[in-house]
Every structure is written in C-alpha cells, then in structure tokens.
C-alpha cells in the first residue's frame, strides 16, 4: 500500500462540526411539503395549493435588511400584487423563541396589521423545521414554487444586498422575474441567486 | 488614617483610573464610532508622495463577539463598501482583503474578522497631483456589524496629509498595523505549487501538489453560491499536498470553470488561488492544471 494511501486512510481532517446536512430541494426539484399554522390560528399545508404559484419568505421583524423592504412598502407591494393574480404567498418565521424576530401569533398579527402586509399567511417556525427544510439562510429568502409543485426560484429577492431604502427603486426584483417568466410559459433566466440578509436565527445559531 | 478607609482607597483607585481615561481615549482619538466598535482612516506614511505608490488603511475595532465581513460575506451579510472622497491626482484601488474566518458552525457559516482588521486601499498619486501643505481625504463607509442579530452603520473619515515631491517617510503611529495587515494578505503561490480541481457531481476535488505534506487547509471562496458554505471541507492529507473536498452550493446551477479563493494553511499563511475546474477523469488526479496566478499581493511595505 502506498505510504500516501495510508495517510489518506489515517487522517481525514474536516475543519467544522458536521452541521445539519438537510437536502435542500434545488431548483427544478419537487418542493417538500409541510404544515405549520399561521399567525390567524389556521393550518396551512403546502400541497393544498398544488396548481397554484406559491411564495416563501423568509421573514425577521428585526433585521434591518427585511426592514428596508417593509418600511420602504417593496414587500407589501409585492404581496399584493402577487396574491391578487391568485399566488399564493407564505411568509415565514423561523427565529427561534428568545431569537431576533421571534413573535408569537399576536405579535405577528400587529405586525401585520401595522405593516399593512398582505401574504396569504404569515406562518409560524418557531422549530425552524420549515426553515432547514428549505436550507433558508436569510431573511428575506424567497422561494418561488410553480403549479406542477416545482421550486423555480430560490435566492435573493433582489440583486442590490443592501440595507439601503433607496436601492429598491434601481433593483431588478427575481421574485417578480421568476413569477412573470413562468406564468408566460418561459424559462425562468435567473433561478437561483445567493439569498441576502441576516442569518436566520434559528435555534442553537451564534452569529 | 481617614484617607486609608477602603472606600477612600477606592475613590482614589477610581480617580486615578479615571485620570487614565482621557490618556486611553487619546490613543484612538481619531476612531469614529461604529456600531459596536470604531473606525479610523490611517495611513501608512507622514505625507502623500508624488509619483510614489501610497496606502491607506480602514482599520477597525469592534466589541468582543461582534464581527464584519469579507469580500465574500458567505451565507449572510455583506462586506464594508467605501466611497472615496480624494482631490484630483489620487485614485484609489481595490481594497485588499486580508484572510478571514469562519464564522458560525451551524447551517449558516460567514466569512469574516472579528476583534481588529486593517482593510489596506493602494492609492496612486499621479503626477498631476501637485504639492499642498494638507490633501483632505475623505470616505463615506457603510458596514454592517453583527453578533447574533446584525446592525447596519455609516460613517464619515477623513484625514489631511502634506502632499510632497519628497521621498515618503513611514508614519510610525500606523506602522504596525499595516505590517500586521500586510501579514494577513493572501500571497500568490509559490511557481512550483500545482492544483487541479475535479468536478465530480456534488462536490469539488481540489488536489494540490506542494512537495510537502498538508495537514491543515481552509478554503475561502471568492465566488458567492459556489460552495456549499457550511458543510465540512473534508481534507486528504498526501505526501505532497493535499486533497480538499468542497461540496457544491445547492444553488450552483451551472458549470464552473474555474475555482478561485483564498487558501489557509496552518500558520495562518494564505495564498489566492485560481485553479481550472474539470469534469471527473478527464484529468488524471493531481496532474497540473497549473496555477493560474490572479493577483500578487503586495509583500512588505513599499520601499
């Protein structure tokens, strides 16, 4: 056997803790369901609206970056556009109790109400099941789902990774993008990006 | 014996510490606040010398636990972005990022620096710039700054500098930290280093061939959503180098061609690398795709 073999057998180094190794759906892969209730005390589960365009942001009431997208009015905008051509749009909270952006159902529902955001439903994660399911790194990370339940957009939900208000109006916006290629029968150019933001504070995350 | 009662030895503790104070503060009395930290716009000599290569240096502070990032920030963030404010006949470069580190160990992983980091900018002073008792320099900063939740700041620098004909003389003041920084830079790789990278499915095969064995790899990668970033960079060691397998990013939809980003072996030494990617046995394993040098760094201050 070869000396360097031997080594190779001997020593395998990996540098980091083995983190959760979720299989995350790719694009071009079936999206994975789940059921989480919402902040209106309703159940939702994803393969209900099979048929329909679906939205998944990730969502955190305190980081500056999903700030700048609600205060600017971008995201509501958004929802409303979007839910009003029969999309279906989720937001989603993973942060864990005691995290940044965690928010119990009455919270959410203010938060709501004084954003005057209008998703279909903002969904509870405290576990961050939803969350790993779909390896969110961000919030906002945006998902876009089709009819046949195929992911056709997972990243960003711009390509401008500020926390500045002023760089919506000069952004090309990828959920729009996706939604719009797809609904006219095209393919979706840009179908993954890197998502931007704050991490998703999920439960046992440091940083 | 009054002025020995513990609480008078006390207040007069406090007093001297707080005496001490101002002599503390004066040390980074240029440093402008950050959120949970300061920056300070420094340079690395006494004047501005024309027709000679110049650096400036973003040097930064920040609280125990808080961090800031690359020029690849990895699954979150966003690395400090400058707009110059410099009299005609200065143009600034690129700023030249010093190695990171990892941060977090769950499924989101940063790169970036914690405690200090001096981020070096070369300027270069052309000779139309003509000779003035003081140059104000100016940059607007934005950064972010996080622990566990991130908090997005601005801010404003600004330094005067002589501007000579004369030879530059070091600032003594900043010297240190530009050695330090300088430390850090990623350095091209040696001639006789040979990589290759194998495209095999999930992951990338980086195979080095050094002449000496490697115990101890981190990959940093300059491409956002290429690697996987918190997944384990499994590490053969061989007799001459080593074998890293870096597992794709699920959002890499099309081919690579090439790899490029920072390596750290042990001891901290860095190197930029820019190697070809391949598809799996269309290469024989640790052959030479050769280095592809992208950048040399500078080593050593200018003389």
């Known amino acids: 056997m070869k000396r360097s073999t031997l080594y190779s057998m001997l020593v395998t180094v990996v540098i980091c803790a083995a983190p959760l190794l979720v299989a995350a759906p790719k694009v071009g892969q079936a999206a994975p369901d789940f059921r989480a209730t919402a902040s209106n005390g309703k159940t939702f589960r994803l393969s209900d609206y099979r048929g329909k365009y679906i939205v998944l942001e990730w969502h955190n009431n305190g980081c500056p970056y999903v700030g700048k997208h609600y205060k600017s009015g971008n995201m509501q905008r958004l929802q409303k556009e979007w839910t009003g051509r029969n999309v279906v749009w989720f937001t989603i909270i993973s942060s864990a109790p005691g995290k940044q952006g965690y928010v119990t159902a009455s919270e959410e529902n203010e938060y709501l109400a004084k954003m005057q955001a209008a998703p279909t439903a903002a969904l509870l994660d405290p576990t961050g099941e939803i969350g790993h399911l779909y390896d969110a790194k961000t919030s906002p990370h945006m998902v876009v789902i089709n009819p046949q339940a195929v992911v056709i957009y997972d990243g960003a939900i711009d390509d401008k990774p500020t926390t500045d208000l002023s760089d919506i109006a000069g952004a090309t916006n990828y959920v729009n993008l996706a939604l719009e290629q797809a609904m006219a029968g095209k393919q979706v150019e840009t179908p993954a990006t890197r998502p931007y933001g704050c991490s998703v504070k999920y439960s046992g995350s440091t940083h | ?303």
């Open chain 2, 1 to 303: 014996m009054k002025g020995w009662e513990p609480s008078n030895v006390f207040s007069a503790t406090l007093a001297f510490l707080v005496a001490l104070l101002p002599c503390a503060a004066g040390a980074q009395a240029s440093g402008s606040p950050i959120p949970h930290g300061s920056l300070e716009l420094i340079a690395e000599n006494q004047w501005i010398s024309i027709g000679h290569p110049f650096y400036l240096g973003l040097h930064f502070q920040l609280e125990r636990g808080w961090h800031i990032y690359w020029v690849n920030p990895g699954d979150s963030g966003e690395p400090p972005r400058v707009t110059w404010q410099l009299p005609p006949g200065l143009s600034p470069g690129m700023i030249e990022w010093p190695a990171p580190r990892r941060l977090g160990t769950s499924s989101i992983v940063d790169f970036g620096y914690e405690d200090a980091v001096t981020l070096i900018v070369p300027v270069h002073a052309q000779g139309s710039l003509a000779a003035q008792p003081l140059a104000n320099l100016g940059a607007e900063i934005r950064v972010l700054v996080c622990r566990e939740v991130c908090i997005p700041g601005k801010t404003q620098l600004s330094l005067s500098l002589p501007v000579k004909s004369r030879p530059p003389a070091p600032e003594m003041r900043t010297r240190e930290l530009f050695a330090a920084a300088r430390k850090d830079l990623p350095r091209a790789v040696p001639q006789n280093w040979e990589f290759s990278v194998d495209d095999a499915k999930d992951s990338f095969v980086l195979a080095a061939n050094l002449g000496t064995q490697i115990t101890q790899v981190i990959f940093f990668p300059l491409a956002e959503a290429q690697i996987d970033n918190s997944a384990p960079q499994t590490l053969q060691p061989l007799d001459s180098g080593f074998q890293l397998t870096l597992r794709k990013s699920d959002r890499l939809l099309k081919p690579v061609d090439r790899l490029k980003g920072v390596l750290v072996l042990s001891g901290n030494r860095a190197y930029l690398i820019d190697a070809p990617v391949s598809k799996r046995g269309a290469q024989k394993r640790g052959s030479i795709g050769g280095i592809q040098e992208i950048q040399s760094s500078k080593e050593g201050p200018q003389k």
